[in-house]
């Protein structure tokens, strides 16, 4: 007996459950593929900047040295005369002769260059589907057609609160 009203008593609960807890149904996502016509598509850039050091040298006039005085020339010829027979003959004995100073020497120095690259990140695209136009960012160029995932769901309003009365 005991177990009959116990039966009962949950048939009556359940019966009334709908109008006590007033749940929602949550309708399904309906889902179907399609393409869409692109419209325009915009690299989107991302700027790489780097700086490396590179050697660089400028070409800059030598200093010419200063003429000797006739005293110093004077003295120098005496000391190569008085040595000249010596070592040998005296095409041997010739002091030998430096070559010219030169003109132009090189000034070499370290300097940081700057560089800048730049590479596609993202892609706006610009596409038409069904006469409404739509922008998103994508990964890749898509080309011509742009597939694309078409949900179709009802629109429930959100549920009021009950009025409480005081």
């Given amino acids: 007996m005991h177990r009959f009203r116990a039966a009962l ?62 005293e110093e020339e004077s003295r ?10 010596w070592f040998g003959s005296d095409e041997a004995s010739a002091p030998p002769v430096a070559p010219p100073a030169s003109t132009v020497r090189t000034n070499c120095r370290a300097v940081p260059v700057e560089r800048e690259f730049q590479r596609p990140i ?13 922008r998103s960012r994508l990964a890749e160029d898509p080309g011509n057609r742009l597939r694309i995932r078409v949900s179709v769901v009802p629109y429930v309003t959100p549920m009021q609160p009950a009025a409480s009365t005081p």
């Fill in 9 to 70: 008593f949950l048939s009556c609960l359940l019966a009334c459950a709908p109008l006590l807890a007033q749940e929602r149904v949550i309708p399904t996502e309906n889902v179907r593929l399609d393409y869409a016509q692109v419209l325009s598509v915009e690299p989107v850039y991302q700027t790489l900047r780097a700086t490396r050091t590179e050697q660089r040298c400028d070409e800059v006039p030598a200093v010419k040295p200063e003429p000797a005085t006739r």
């Fill in 122 to 134: 993202a892609y706006d695209v610009d596409y038409i589907y069904k006469g409404v136009k739509y």
């Fill in 76 to 85: 120098w010829s005496k000391m190569v005369s008085s040595v000249k027979g």
